[in-house]
């Protein structure tokens, strides 16, 4: 690639996760040969968070195969990288972001793609030593100080990454139990049929799984160690060490700050444009809008992060290539992989395929009016991957077909 | 390390000496060789990662279990040689290996 020298100051990123590990390539890829600046405020360079809730807390893979690219790809690339360092703001009038070492970095056009962070409890005790959030590798490395067969974990959340912390911890020996404040576990995001296959799976493995708790304080000793979970009637779930995993917040108050148009996310239409012509943004931190839904959204997944990468690229470089599909996700905990596709909420019917009070294995389909919305599939990749094509397509099924084992997948749309 | 051969659908070869216990997807997409999306990053959940394994090889390769099978299966464009590239680890046996990738992952 020939990299002539030029005086336009090219394109700044800010934030160094997986939306903008895609920019960086999807850029290059797209021709596009100005100077390209990666500014994140963690030590590593672009990495996939996944992992850190499965293989890489178990300890199975080293970082070297949660990074996103090897660290030559960006001297390749010709993308300085600058780790350890935070974008303090943006001036979309000089266009020019400032670092929290006071460089003035200047853009052509900006991305911004930093991410979400994990919502704290505000409760007493929540500074206590021991209380633990799951974000990044060096949360992963705190949390793997504390496993040890027989230690007291208490997780505060049942959602994804609480259970699937769980799954770990509990192959590992430890001693787990799950708090969760609504009535059943993942309870924003599946139906109840869900929710309760996953209670048995966890509390067959040796899970302490307690719905309908909520925590109001944590005890701590006279080391400010944290020792107990108080959740209220008198009600104390003693511990070595807590994980809270209680939801995520948009990174977007940079954006914010400097006059973007903000609402649950930074504000972008299809191309990732955001209200200022110059600035873009991909990945957790945006609200976008979705018209296979038809609707805004803001996503927490990789998915998101990487088509908005691409989207971005090419939007950066005068190309439109708006980002519209089916989200996808999934989960994994012990040998069983959830995949889901679609968003359920909303849906007015519920229709199960396989047995989850006995099997490993089932699919739950949700249907509005009925038009297939989302499915959630349990070790059950034909029903993953048929239902995302139905999905697109809003075809209108008949639930009875989706729930007769006898007619392949393949076979459900027809009539 | 072991000799590993990428093709492109347009036919363009890309050869890499591999580190053996890396997966074939791995290989490929630290290398930056296109065709191979890895949107999932190996987690057998995405089927952005497919190739065709040429007939000879095909034996060599541990087999695919029910999961890898199932979302090749549903592929738009796999058939019978194909396989998921994250599932496939890289070891000596596997000394001149040549993949090809699809038209497109998606
Ligand atoms: C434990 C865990 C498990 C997950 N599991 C799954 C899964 O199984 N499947 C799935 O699809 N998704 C999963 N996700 C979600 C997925 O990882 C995220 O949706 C994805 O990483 C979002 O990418 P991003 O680029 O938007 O943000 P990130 O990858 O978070 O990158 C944003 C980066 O910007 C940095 N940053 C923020 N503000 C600034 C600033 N002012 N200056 C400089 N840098 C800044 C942040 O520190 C971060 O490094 C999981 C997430 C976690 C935490
Ligand atoms: S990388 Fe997703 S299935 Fe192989």
Redesign the pocket.
């Given at each position: 690639m020939s990299m002539s020298a030029s005086a336009s100051p090219g394109i700044v990123i800010?934030?160094?996760?997986?939306?903008?590990?895609q920019a960086v390539v999807s850029l290059r890829a797209e021709g596009f040969e100005g100077a390209i600046t990666l500014?994140?405020?963690?030590a590593e360079p672009?990495?996939?968070?996944?992992?850190?809730?499965?293989k890489f807390l178990a300890g199975e893979i080293g970082f070297d195969r949660v990074e996103l690219k090897p660290a030559e790809f960006y001297a390749n690339a010709h993308c300085t990288l600058m780790l350890g360092?935070?974008?303090?703001a943006i001036d979309a009038k000089a266009k020019t972001v400032t670092?929290?070492d006071g460089h003035v970095i200047a853009y052509t056009k900006l991305l911004i793609?930093?991410?979400?962070?994990?919502r704290e409890i505000n409760v007493p005790g929540f500074d206590l030593k021991g209380v633990h959030y799951?974000?990044?590798v060096g949360d992963v490395h705190e949390i793997q100080s504390h496993f040890k067969a027989g230690a007291r974990m208490v997780i505060v959340g049942g959602g994804?990454?609480g259970l699937?912390v769980a799954a770990v911890a509990k192959k590992n020996g430890l001693d787990v139990t799950v708090l969760e404040t609504a009535n059943r576990v993942l309870a924003r995001v599946v139906d109840p049929i869900v929710s309760r296959f996953y209670e048995r799976v966890h509390a067959a493995a040796g899970v302490n799984i307690c719905t309908d708790v909520t925590v109001v304080g944590f005890e701590g000793d006279a080391d400010h160690n944290v020792t107990g979970v108080n959740a209220g009637d008198g009600k104390i779930f003693p511990c070595d060490f807590v994980v809270v995993g209680i939801g995520?917040l948009p990174?977007a108050e940079?954006a914010e700050m400097a006059g973007i148009e903000v609402s649950n996310g930074i504000v972008v239409d299809e191309c990732t444009r955001t209200s200022d012509p110059d600035i873009f943004a991909?990945?957790?931190?945006t609200n976008h809008p979705n018209g296979v839904f038809d609707r805004r959204l803001r996503?927490?997944?990789?998915?998101?992060?990487i088509e908005?990468?691409k989207t971005a690229a090419a939007a950066m470089t005068g190309k439109d290539k708006p980002y519209n599909q089916v989200p996808?996700?999934?989960?994994?905990q012990y040998d069983l992989k959830l995949q889901i596709a679609g968003l359920s909420q909303g849906y007015t019917q519920a229709v199960t395929r396989g047995n989850p009070d006995t099997d490993n294995n089932f699919a739950v389909f949700y249907l509005k009016d009925g038009v297939l919305i989302a499915v959630d599939a349990v070790n059950r990749p034909p029903e993953f991957m048929m239902s995302k094509m139905l999905i697109a397509q809003h075809a209108k099924l008949d639930p009875a077909r989706l729930a007769d084992e006898t007619i392949n997948m393949k076979e459900v749309a027809k009539a | 390390m072991t000799k590993v051969t990428f093709i492109e659908h347009s036919g363009k070869e890309h050869t890499l000496d591999v580190a053996d216990g890396l997966t074939l997807m791995e290989a490929a997409t630290k290398a930056l060789i296109p065709g191979i999306d890895a949107d999932?990053g190996g987690?057998c959940?995405c089927a952005t990662c497919m190739v065709f394994v040429p007939e000879d090889w095909a034996g060599k390769l541990a087999d695919k279990d029910p999961m890898e099978d199932t979302m090749l299966d549903f592929c738009e464009h796999s058939a019978e040689n194909s396989r998921l590239a994250c599932q496939i680890k890289v070891s000596p046996a596997l000394e001149g290996i040549r993949v090809t990738m699809p038209e497109s992952q998606h």
């Amino acid at each position: 690639m020939s990299m002539s020298a030029s005086a336009s100051p090219g394109i700044v990123i800010i934030g160094a996760g997986q939306a903008a590990s895609q920019a960086v390539v999807s850029l290059r890829a797209e021709g596009f040969e100005g100077a390209i600046t990666l500014i994140g405020d963690e030590a590593e360079p672009p990495y996939q968070r996944p992992p850190l809730s499965k293989k890489f807390l178990a300890g199975e893979i080293g970082f070297d195969r949660v990074e996103l690219k090897p660290a030559e790809f960006y001297a390749n690339a010709h993308c300085t990288l600058m780790l350890g360092t935070r974008v303090t703001a943006i001036d979309a009038k000089a266009k020019t972001v400032t670092t929290g070492d006071g460089h003035v970095i200047a853009y052509t056009k900006l991305l911004i793609a930093t991410g979400s962070r994990v919502r704290e409890i505000n409760v007493p005790g929540f500074d206590l030593k021991g209380v633990h959030y799951l974000r990044s590798v060096g949360d992963v490395h705190e949390i793997q100080s504390h496993f040890k067969a027989g230690a007291r974990m208490v997780i505060v959340g049942g959602g994804y990454i609480g259970l699937e912390v769980a799954a770990v911890a509990k192959k590992n020996g430890l001693d787990v139990t799950v708090l969760e404040t609504a009535n059943r576990v993942l309870a924003r995001v599946v139906d109840p049929i869900v929710s309760r296959f996953y209670e048995r799976v966890h509390a067959a493995a040796g899970v302490n799984i307690c719905t309908d708790v909520t925590v109001v304080g944590f005890e701590g000793d006279a080391d400010h160690n944290v020792t107990g979970v108080n959740a209220g009637d008198g009600k104390i779930f003693p511990c070595d060490f807590v994980v809270v995993g209680i939801g995520i917040l948009p990174n977007a108050e940079l954006a914010e700050m400097a006059g973007i148009e903000v609402s649950n996310g930074i504000v972008v239409d299809e191309c990732t444009r955001t209200s200022d012509p110059d600035i873009f943004a991909a990945g957790d931190c945006t609200n976008h809008p979705n018209g296979v839904f038809d609707r805004r959204l803001r996503l927490e997944s990789v998915q998101n992060a990487i088509e908005q990468g691409k989207t971005a690229a090419a939007a950066m470089t005068g190309k439109d290539k708006p980002y519209n599909q089916v989200p996808w996700f999934w989960s994994d905990q012990y040998d069983l992989k959830l995949q889901i596709a679609g968003l359920s909420q909303g849906y007015t019917q519920a229709v199960t395929r396989g047995n989850p009070d006995t099997d490993n294995n089932f699919a739950v389909f949700y249907l509005k009016d009925g038009v297939l919305i989302a499915v959630d599939a349990v070790n059950r990749p034909p029903e993953f991957m048929m239902s995302k094509m139905l999905i697109a397509q809003h075809a209108k099924l008949d639930p009875a077909r989706l729930a007769d084992e006898t007619i392949n997948m393949k076979e459900v749309a027809k009539a | 390390m072991t000799k590993v051969t990428f093709i492109e659908h347009s036919g363009k070869e890309h050869t890499l000496d591999v580190a053996d216990g890396l997966t074939l997807m791995e290989a490929a997409t630290k290398a930056l060789i296109p065709g191979i999306d890895a949107d999932c990053g190996g987690a057998c959940a995405c089927a952005t990662c497919m190739v065709f394994v040429p007939e000879d090889w095909a034996g060599k390769l541990a087999d695919k279990d029910p999961m890898e099978d199932t979302m090749l299966d549903f592929c738009e464009h796999s058939a019978e040689n194909s396989r998921l590239a994250c599932q496939i680890k890289v070891s000596p046996a596997l000394e001149g290996i040549r993949v090809t990738m699809p038209e497109s992952q998606h």
